[in-house]
């Protein structure tokens, strides 16, 4: 049995430069039982089965609850409804069937191939924009000047979220993102924090869904306001709410993590930054290679509904579990040198985007903004080296990324 | 160096190319030469009930891919007449001989015609197995008959009739069974079924058999006479009666064959009538029996798409390497059928099933996993528009896992186990 | 060019249907219609459906050998 303590050094800051090496060690079980009753799921044979399992309920979220105001009508009467009402219209990450579906078939009548292949130019410009601005730079900071704007524009002007209030939002999005973080989410002023900022997110969503009805334009929140699902009927508020809050967080955070980490890697195996360089035909094979060696999202939570056996491990009823995806991407028993990036290796079969029921609403918008900016930045920058190796990273274990990504360079050509 | 292996594979479809491909991965390095009774290269046979028939798809723009580089020859539009072991050759009906040091039999099946060949020979009565079936079949559809009458409701027949209907024909689809699909998925199950060919239009009469088909001097047909009297005018009729393995070639050659199929052993290598593994001769695809670990009664052959491929590229490695060097073929049973906008998928076998149960979804929305139980045991699994959940039960058969399986599961609701109702087979005479 | 998808494979998840939604398509939550002849000018959006399958159901070929006579004999 490996130590079961690994999983505690994973969400430990210190390891996310690179906690491969902890991924390495937790797969000596394929089902790893942690000192705090959590079963990891590390190989790549173990997720794929568990993945697929319909006894993992994602609705692991502890019962969200305002803290007391002191003021009685609150406490008593309006927070607790609120409260009631968030538990039961949680956004479709963290819904099981049939409900998952109905939300998720909303969101794909809207998240449409046609919606997002006609972005393809509007990414190519603002690509080209972000690097304009930045031309006769030395320095540049690649989250803060390219990878964060980027996606962030794109998701806004998809749903129809003024741009210009990005500032707001952004607080925002950190903080909910903790939802995903296991630790973050069980710790009491985190989650007080969280539901301030829901209140937030949400009256400043209600508003703008108003809006959209009143005068419903060519976007998705207009969409998901106005449409009809021929089973399902019309998108409840608090469920439209909740699923305008996730796209918009999870269509930037994610991508972000997608391009500095591409970045990051393509510095650090330069012959495949001069290969792109050359070659932007080859960028689909390598944002596939990419997915697998530094996904965005390294794992996702669940709760086991039944007792299930997995090998030699049962996970008990109730058990929290963790999908470690990263760790199955870099499974030796699935992929030969697993620790190399090789963006010609055969069958990548990554678990970059999930899988099953919950696979990535925004996997092909996330791999058009990812192909247009590295194709981009490999043609443009001119002689970039990174000033931090490792660069410094953002909070999160399982939205891992770097917080800024310092490049010198000779200028943007 | 030794005289480079020549390798002969007959049946020129989706076993015998994915088995020529094989050949020359595991390391075949001799001439293949691949031979098929049709004059057409591989092409891929699920969308001749689907998209085919509706016109949205060419006959001749389904060739499967992987047939470049291969260095193959080819005899095409050249049946196998017949297999001389002692000489080691297949004689083709052109009169040639080809001799071969090794064989793989992947002749397949052959749609089971009308039993009255008289009125089978009428001009436009159908089956629908082949290319150029698919292509003639076609073309009288784009025509636009009145109606089109499809007898057997099986998965060729309602595929059929949603192709039909989706091009706006009028259907009327019979069947002697109480529901479609009966054989293979049960009456409880196969109502969902009927529900959906009814709402979409289709004129479903289940309990119903043809008994004639009745022809106008020019030796067109007309008219279907039911049992129990009855007439149903009929244009156009499509015979969707199963199938029969292509076997005939192989009589009076040692080989244990019959209309069962051709016998083999777990590692594909085909069988003389004493039951020992003819040297260098293996089978795959729709035309092999051999026994299967989850199956005990007995041998098994599967016409489905994807044991056509594992089972080929199974019985290659046999051909090539010390067959000891790897295991029995054991791969799980899957199939996928679409009608309309449904997909039903399948892993296991429902073959003597005692009880069916929904653990998943509801049958009533038409999206729902049902499991089915042998004496205890789970033994399959079918999914309407529920795909994704699939493997979890795939392993749970393979495991064995006691009936009804995955309890606990999200989105399921009182899990009751069912009579599956599966159709008394009349005993054959 | 020639494709095939192994639909035993597919799970819907839609990804060519992006990344080439010429040549796929979704009918109803899963049932994968798709061009088994894409037209060669194709070929950049079908690699990248191929490379987008979370399953790799898909296969293609691009370039097919000569097309087989009936009884033509070829030996390459």
């Keep these: 049995m490996p130590d079961p303590t690994l999983f505690a050094a994973v969400k430990d800051p210190a390891h996310r430069p690179d906690p491969y090496p902890l991924y390495a060690r937790l797969r000596e079980s394929p089902v790893a039982l942690q000192d705090d009753g959590t079963y990891v799921v590390t190989t790549h044979a173990a997720l794929r089965a568990l993945v697929f399992d319909p006894r993992l309920s994602s609705e692991d979220l502890p019962d969200a609850t305002h803290p007391p105001t002191g003021n009685p009508f609150k406490d008593w009467i309006v927070n607790p409804i609120k409260d009631r009402i968030r538990s039961r219209h949680r956004p479709l990450i963290f819904r099981d069937p049939p409900d998952h579906d109905v939300l998720r078939r909303h969101v794909m009548r809207e998240f449409t191939a046609v919606r997002v292949n006609a972005m393809h130019a509007r990414v190519d410009a603002l690509v080209a924009d972000l690097l304009d601005r930045k031309r006769e730079a030395r320095q540049i900071d690649l989250v803060d000047d390219f990878s964060y704007p980027l996606p962030v524009t794109v998701i806004c002007e998809m749903l129809g979220v003024p741009p210009e209030d990005e500032a707001r939002f952004h607080g925002w999005a950190t903080q909910l993102a903790t939802a995903l973080e296991p630790d973050a989410r069980e710790d009491k002023e985190n989650r007080d924090k969280n539901i301030a900022t829901f209140d937030e997110i949400a009256a400043y969503m209600q508003d703008l869904i108003k809006e959209k009805r009143r005068h419903p334009v060519d976007d998705i929140l207009s969409g998901l306001a106005t449409g009809h699902d021929p089973q399902a009927g019309r998108m409840g508020d608090y469920d439209l709410i909740a699923t305008a809050i996730l796209l918009l967080i999870a269509g930037h955070e994610t991508t972000v993590n997608l391009i500095t980490n591409g970045m990051l890697t393509l510095l650090r195996f330069p012959e495949h930054l001069e290969r792109l360089r050359a070659d932007p035909e080859m960028a689909p094979r390598l944002i596939e290679e990419l997915l697998r060696y530094e996904p965005p999202v390294h794992f996702r939570t669940r709760k086991a509904l039944a007792s299930i056996r997995m090998d030699d491990t049962t996970i008990p009823e109730g058990a929290p579990v963790v999908l470690l995806f990263a760790s199955g991407n870099r499974d030796p028993a699935r992929f030969r040198e697993p620790d190399r990036f090789d963006p010609d290796r055969e069958d990548i079969q990554h678990f970059g985007f999930g899988g099953s029921l919950h696979f990535c609403v925004g996997a092909p918008l996330a791999r058009l903004e990812a192909e247009a900016a590295l194709v981009a930045l490999a043609r443009r920058l001119k002689n970039p080296r990174l000033i931090d190796n490792p660069p410094p990273y953002r909070p999160g274990a399982s939205l891992r990324g770097p917080q800024h990504l310092r490049l010198a360079i000779e200028g943007i050509a | 160096m030794a005289e480079a292996l020549r390798a002969v594979v007959v049946g020129a479809s989706l076993a015998g190319l994915r088995g020529a491909e094989a050949l020359r991965r595991e390391g075949h390095r001799g001439p293949i030469t691949l031979v098929g009774d049709e004059p057409h290269r591989p092409y891929d046979r699920p969308p001749l009930s689907k998209r085919v028939l509706s016109g949205e798809a060419r006959p001749e723009a389904i060739d499967l891919p992987g047939q470049a580089g291969l260095d193959l020859t080819w005899r095409l539009g050249a049946a196998a007449v017949g297999l001389d072991l002692p000489a080691r050759a297949v004689a083709l009906a052109t009169g040639e001989r080809l001799p071969f040091d090794r064989l793989l039999i992947a002749t397949g099946t052959r749609a089971r015609p009308w039993p009255n060949p008289a009125e089978a020979a009428l001009s436009g009565v159908f089956t629908l197995r082949n290319r150029d079936d698919a292509a003639a079949l076609r073309a009288a559809l784009a025509a636009k008959p009145a109606r089109v009458l499809i007898i057997g409701a099986g998965f060729i027949g309602c595929e059929a009739a949603a192709a039909c209907r989706s091009i706006g024909l009028s259907v009327t689809l019979v069947d002697p069974t109480p529901t479609p699909l009966a054989s293979v998925l049960g009456t409880r199950i196969g109502r969902v079924v009927a529900e959906m060919l009814r709402r979409e239009g289709v004129d479903y009469r289940p309990e119903t058999r043809v008994e004639a088909l009745e022809g106008d001097a020019a030796g067109r047909v007309r008219a279907a006479r039911l049992a129990g009297g009855g007439r149903l005018d009929a244009p156009v009729v499509v015979v969707a009666l199963g199938a029969l393995r292509n076997t005939e070639w192989l009589a009076g050659s040692g080989v244990a064959a019959d209309a069962g199929g051709v016998a083999c052993d777990g590692l594909c290598r085909v069988l003389d009538r004493a039951g020992r593994p003819v040297d260098g001769v293996a089978a795959a695809g729709d035309v092999a029996r051999f026994p299967h670990p989850l199956f005990p009664d007995g041998p098994v052959a599967f016409e489905h798409w994807g044991h056509a491929v594992e089972q080929a590229q199974h019985a290659a490695r046999t051909l090539v390497g010390p067959p000891e060097d790897h295991g029995a073929y054991a791969a799980m049973p899957a199939f996928w059928s679409s009608q309309f906008d449904l997909n039903i998928k399948s892993v296991g076998l429902t073959n003597g099933a005692d009880a069916v149960a929904v653990t998943q979804g509801s049958l009533a929305e038409r999206r729902f996993v049902a499991v089915y139980g042998r004496a205890g045991r789970t033994v399959a ?48 005479g | 060019m020639r494709v095939v998808v192994d639909l035993n494979r597919c799970q819907a998840y839609a990804q060519c249907c992006y990344a080439a939604p010429s040549s796929f398509a979704l009918h109803g939550p899963e049932v994968l219609i798709y061009d088994p002849a894409p037209p060669p000018e194709r070929r950049r959006e079908i690699e990248r459906a191929v490379q987008a399958c979370p399953v790799r159901a898909i296969r293609f070929e691009a370039e097919p050998d000569a097309p087989g006579q009936p009884g033509e004999a070829r030996h390459g």
């Design chain 2, 381 to 428: 699994a079918v999914s309407f528009d529920s795909a994704r959940w699939l493997p979890a039960y795939a392993a749970r058969i393979a495991a064995g896992d006691a009936f009804p399986p995955i309890l606990g599961a999200t989105d399921q609701g009182r899990v009751a186990p069912m009579d599956p109702g599966f159709p008394q087979r009349p005993a054959r």
